[in-house]
């Protein structure tokens, strides 16, 4: 099983991934954990990907598509994965059903998450982040139950660089105009499943998750 997780930053993607993961047993891959690993290592492409990230913007597809291929050939990803963060455009969605292809696979379901502006911006300047589990908390809706320290491994919980008000801003504007064609991409492939992830509904990460593993049942 090959799932895509869409969706603006704040939506849940990386939540309803791990949930998932746990559930089905499958690999978890984020390209923003790929991207800020190469972005702390003293190389050109290391310093080159961390200029793009600093500044809220998408990395270019050349290189995102590189890291990508070579992350798909390792082994724990042999029987499924679940791409959280790729693709973000047109070019590496083409790209990706051509890597599948190859290995004599497919993209199976594509998640698009969607939620309001304002929760979006709430939820992640309030997110904290364990830096060896890659749990993830929130100051407002789902607190550790030490102030700081992740309940899972007791690691110091962080804040991202990026997560300010203005550079959440400018990653939801680059999400419209240069990711949000995907969801016409993989409609018209018959993939695409929408979820509204919203506090005013009750459908958060848990609830988003359930219906993900409701449709891979059916």
Do not use: W
């Given at each position: ?118 929760e979006i911006l709430d939820r992640i300047v309030t997110r ?29 919980l962080y804040q991202r660089d990026d997560d300010t008000v ?23 492939a018959n993939k695409l499943m929408k979820i509204e992830v ?21």
């Open positions: 099983m090959n799932i895509i997780m869409l969706g603006a930053p704040g939506t849940g993607k990386g939540t309803v991934s791990s949930i998932l993961k746990e559930k089905l047993n499958i690999a978890h891959v984020s390209s923003g954990d790929i991207f800020r690993k190469f972005s702390n290592e003293d190389s050109e492409l290391g310093k080159e990907i961390k200029s793009y990230i600093e500044k809220g913007n998408l990395v270019p597809d050349e290189l995102t598509i590189k890291m990508i291929q070579e992350r798909l050939k390792e082994k724990d990803v042999e029987n499924g994965v679940i791409l959280d963060g790729f693709p973000r455009t047109e070019a590496q969605a083409i790209a990706l059903d051509k890597i599948l292809e190859e290995e004599g696979k497919k993209v199976d379901l594509v998640i698009d998450l969607n939620s309001p502006k304002e904290r982040i364990c830096p060896k589990c890659k749990a993830v908390y929130n100051t407002k809706l789902n607190k550790p139950k030490q102030e700081g320290i992740c309940d899972i491994c007791g690691s110091q203005e550079k959440v801003e400018n990653r939801i504007e680059v999400y419209k105009t240069q990711t949000k064609p995907l969801e016409e991409y993989y409609e018209k919203t506090e005013k509904t009750g459908t958060m990460a848990k609830e988003a998750a359930e219906q993900v593993i409701e449709k891979i049942k059916k």
